[in-house]
């Protein structure tokens, strides 16, 4: 009979989920051995770093990436659907959907998860779930950051702090592309939302 096979491809399949596993069972060691293979995967640059530099030069890659790829989404409507820790690639690659689908009529809380019935994962909270989930890497990887745990967290804290303005970056980026304004300009923001308040109250199409 006909048939087929589906098959990823991807940079990796580690996720903030691989950290998880290992860090929620107390097993630094275990970690430290996966971050050194996570980096020699995707950012070998930073294979010669110590310990703790490493650790968090990896953790703010990693961010980077997110924040990009959760930008590419938005501009283009699309809505994961469940953005737990096991579906998010340190790659920053979409390699894990639930039931995601593209938006129609924008609305910052459209959701297609028929079990999502607070919203979590809506549309306009991606970025913030986001945010969440590399809390959770950062978490993973404390014992590493330092020695010492205030240290380590207040390092950890400082690069998750970063997030929303790694995103807004990214995203007003990609937005001034899509409505083709060909340079960068304060007010930008406040016209993007402009535009997007109207689309909201009109119910537009967003592609």
Known sequence: ?????????????????????????????????LLAYAVARH??????????EQALR??????????????????LGFIHGVMNTDNVALSGETIDYGPCAFMDHYHPETTF???????????????????????RLAE???????????????????AIASFPDLFQNHWLTGMRSKLGLFNAEPEDNTLIQSLLDWMQQTQSDFT
């Open 43 to 52: 950012d070998p640059e930073l294979a010669g770093l110590p310990g703790p």
């Open 113 to 135: 998860s028929s079990i999502d019935r607070h919203k979590r994962y809506a549309y306009g909270h991606q970025s913030g779930i986001a945010q969440w989930n590399m809390a």
């Open 58 to 75: 990896f953790l703010e890659r990693v961010a980077q990436r997110q924040a990009a790829l959760l930008a590419r989404w938005m501009g």
């Open 140 to 158: 993973a990887l404390l014992p590493i950051l330092h020695p010492n745990e205030d240290r380590a967290l207040e390092l950890a804290n400082t």
């Open 1 to 33: 009979l006909p048939g087929a096979v589906l098959t990823r491809v991807a940079a990796s399949h580690l996720r903030v989920g691989t950290f998880q596993f290992f860090a929620a069972r107390g097993d630094t060691d275990r970690v430290r051995q």
